[in-house]
C-alpha cells in the first residue's frame, strides 16, 4: 500500500516536473514564435493584433519576401560555398590526419601541434591582409574567396577532431593492408575512409553550421551576384524594410528555414556534432 | 662520431623516402592553412607596425605607434571595457542558466530528449534573425517590452538606443541565443557520470544537495573548461550582434573589439590600426586559452 502511494506520489512529480520544464521552453522560445506569428500577417492585422495568431495565414508575405530579395540564387550561392568548403575540409583534414594520427615521427607530432595553434588566431586576426591577399589572388567578389577561407579556418579543428579518432583505430587494419602491398593511398581510401563516418559528420556538422550562418566573411569578401542568404538577407532589410516586420520576419524564415529544417530532421546528430566539436576543440 | 651522424643521414633519407606519400597526404592541408591562416596572421604582425591604409602601395613602418596611440583612444577603451563586460556576463549567466537547465533536463522528464532538441534551436539559427527578433522585442516605438511597460504605467525605455543600457540589452540577446549551447555541453557531461557513484552516496545516505556538491560539480570539471573557454573566446570575438543591433552605436556605446576593427579599417582605412587591435584580441584569446587550460589541470590534479 505504502509502496503504491509512493510510486503514485514520484509519477505526480513527474508530471509536474515536464509539465514545469515545458512551460519553461515555451517561455524560452516565445520570441520565435513572434516571429513566425508576425511573419504570417498581413501589415494591417499586424498593426491591430500584435501577438495573437494571425486571423489568416498570409503565405504571400513569404512568398514577396522571397521574391524581393532574390531568394533562389542565395540559396544556391549559400549551398555551393557550404557544400564545396565542407568537401574540401572534409577531404585535406582527414588525409592530414591519417598522416598525422597514424604515423610516428617528431616532425608529425611537431605539425600537428602547427594546426592546433591555429584554433586561437581569431578572424578578426587575419580578415584585413586577408582583403589583401584575396585582391592579390584576384578572387576578390567570386565564391572561391570565401570557399578557401572557410577551409583554412576550420582546417585546425577539423584536423583535431579526426586525428583524435584516428589514433582510436586498431593500427594492425592498415598495418596489415600495407604488409599485403596496398599503397598508403589504397588504404587510406578503402581502409580508413569507411571507418571514420561518424567523426566526419561530426565536422560536417560543425563546419555547416559556422558556415551557413556566418555574416563577416561574405559581408567582405563577396559581391552581389555571389552572396550568400545571410547577407542577401541583411542587405534586404537594411535597404527597404527596416521598420516593416511582416516582411523583416518573412525574409528570415526563408534565410533560417533551409538549416532549421535539416537541424529538426536529424537533430540528435546534430547536437552530438555540436558538443564532439567543442570538447574536442 | 662522424658514423653516427653518416648513420643519422641514412636513417633521415629512408625516413623521408619511406614517408613520401604520408608527407603527400598532409600537402593539401598545409598548403590551404598556411596560406589562408598562417600567412595572414603574420601580414597582421607586420601591418600592426605600419601606416597600411588598405589601398596605396605605401606603406611606412612606424614602430609601436599604433599600440601606443590605442592607450590613448578612449573608442578602444570603450571597446575594451564593452568586450569585458561582454565576457563577464556571459561567463556568469550563460553558465549558471545553462548549468540549471541541464540538471532540470537530466531529472526524470518525459520528452527530454525532445525538449533539448527545442532548447538548441536558437543555436543554429543564423544570429542575425536572433538580432532582428530582439530588435523588435526591445523596440522603442510599440517593441513587446515597452506594451508590457505601458500597461504597468511605465516606461517607454530605449532599450537598445539609449547609450546608458544598450549594451546589456545586445548581451541578454547573445545568453538567449548561446545559454543552451552551454547546457548542451553540460548533459553530454552529466550523461558522462557513472551512475554507481551516485548509488553509493546515496546508500552512504547523502542528501541530494550534498550529492550536487561533491559529485556532480567535481565530475563536471571538463564541460565546465570548456564552456569558459568558449564562452570567453565567443564573447571576445563577438561582431555579428552588435553590428546588427546597433552597429557599435548609439555613438560608440555598444563598440567592441570586433566591430572597432571593422570601423578602423573600413570606415576609416587606417588597417594598420586596425591590425594592431588585432594582434591585441590575438593576444587575449591565446592568454585565456592557456590559462584556463593551467587553471583546470592544475585542479583535476588535487580531486
Known amino acids: ?281 | 662520431m662522424i658514423w653516427i651522424w653518416q648513420r643519422k643521414r641514412q636513417i633521415n633519407k629512408s625516413f623521408w623516402r619511406r614517408e613520401s606519400s604520408y608527407l603527400l597526404f598532409l600537402l593539401p592541408a598545409l598548403l590551404v592553412y598556411v596560406v589562408f591562416s598562417i600567412y595572414p596572421m603574420f601580414s597582421s604582425f607586420y601591418y600592426s607596425l605600419t601606416n597600411w591604409d588598405g589601398f596605396s602601395a605605401n606603406v611606412r613602418v612606424i614602430g609601436f605607434g599604433n599600440y601606443i596611440y590605442m592607450f590613448k583612444d578612449p573608442g578602444f577603451r570603450k571597446a575594451l571595457s564593452n568586450t569585458f563586460l561582454f565576457v563577464l556576463m556571459d561567463v556568469v549567466l550563460q553558465n549558471v542558466l545553462g548549468l540549471g537547465t541541464a540538471l532540470l533536463l537530466e531529472t526524470k522528464l518525459r520528452g527530454r530528449n525532445i525538449m533539448r532538441g527545442l532548447f538548441f534551436v536558437p543555436v543554429v539559427l543564423p544570429s542575425i534573425v536572433v538580432s532582428y527578433i530582439w530588435t523588435y522585442i526591445y523596440g522603442y516605438n510599440k517593441g513587446v517590452l515597452n506594451l508590457f511597460l505601458e500597461k504597468l504605467h511605465m516606461g517607454p525605455v530605449d532599450f537598445i538606443g539609449d547609450s546608458g543600457i544598450a549594451i546589456y540589452f545586445v548581451i541578454l540577446t547573445g545568453i538567449w541565443q548561446w545559454m543552451s549551447y552551454r547546457m548542451v555541453i553540460y548533459v553530454s557531461g552529466l550523461q558522462s557520470i557513472p551512475s554507481d557513484i551516485y548509488e553509493a552516496a546515496e546508500i552512504d545516505g547523502a542528501r541530494p544537495f550534498q550529492k550536487l556538491k561533491n559529485i556532480t560539480l567535481p565530475m563536471l570539471a571538463p564541460a565546465f573548461k570548456i564552456n569558459m573557454i568558449l564562452c570567453m573566446i565567443g564573447a571576445l570575438k563577438q561582431f555579428d550582434l552588435v553590428y546588427t543591433m546597433t552597429q557599435g552605436g548609439p555613438g560608440y556605446a555598444t563598440e567592441v573589439i570586433a566591430t572597432k576593427i571593422f570601423r578602423e579599417a573600413f570606415d576609416y582605412s587606417d588597417y594598420g590600426y586596425g591590425c594592431a587591435i588585432g594582434v591585441v584580441l590575438f593576444l587575449m584569446i591565446m592568454l585565456i586559452t592557456v590559462v584556463t587550460n593551467w587553471f583546470f589541470d592544475k585542479r583535476e590534479v588535487e580531486i
Open chain 1, 1 to 281: 500500500m505504502r509502496g503504491q502511494t509512493g510510486k503514485k506520489r514520484a509519477g505526480a512529480a513527474a508530471v509536474l516536473k515536464t509539465a514545469g520544464m515545458a512551460l519553461l521552453l515555451v517561455v524560452y522560445l516565445s520570441p520565435l514564435y513572434l516571429l513566425f506569428s508576425i511573419a504570417l500577417k498581413s501589415k494591417e492585422e499586424f498593426a491591430r493584433n500584435r501577438f495573437g495568431l494571425p486571423a489568416e495565414i498570409q503565405w504571400g508575405n513569404i512568398a514577396e519576401a522571397m521574391e524581393k530579395m532574390k531568394f533562389f540564387p542565395a540559396l544556391c550561392n549559400s549551398l555551393f560555398i557550404s557544400v564545396v568548403s565542407i568537401l574540401l575540409i572534409l577531404l585535406s583534414a582527414s588525409l592530414a590526419s591519417y598522416t598525422l594520427g597514424r604515423r610516428k615521427g617528431a616532425v608529425y607530432s611537431r605539425l600537428y601541434l602547427f594546426f592546433l595553434a591555429g584554433m586561437m588566431i581569431p578572424f578578426q586576426l587575419t580578415m584585413l591582409p586577408l582583403y589583401k591577399l584575396i585582391h592579390t589572388l584576384g578572387i576578390m567578389r567570386t565564391h572561391w574567396s570565401v570557399i578557401c577561407i572557410y577551409t583554412a579556418g576550420f582546417m585546425p579543428i577539423a584536423i583535431v577532431i579526426l586525428t583524435g579518432f584516428m589514433k582510436t583505430i586498431p593500427g594492425e587494419l592498415d598495418e596489415a593492408a600495407l604488409i599485403d602491398g596496398a599503397t598508403p593511398a589504397y588504404t587510406f581510401f578503402h581502409i580508413i575512409l569507411p571507418l571514420i563516418k561518424a567523426p566526419l559528420t561530426t565536422v560536417m556538422i560543425f563546419c555547416l553550421v559556422g558556415i551557413w550562418n556566418d555574416l563577416l566573411t561574405p559581408l567582405l569578401f563577396l559581391g552581389n551576384s555571389a552572396q550568400t542568404l545571410i547577407v542577401t538577407l541583411y542587405n534586404f532589410v537594411g535597404a527597404f524594410y527596416t521598420t516593416n516586420w511582416t516582411m523583416v520576419f518573412a525574409g528570415s524564415i526563408g534565410a533560417m528555414l533551409p538549416l532549421l529544417a535539416v537541424f529538426l530532421a536529424c537533430q540528435k546528430y546534430f547536437i552530438k556534432g555540436m558538443v564532439a566539436g567543442a570538447v574536442k576543440g
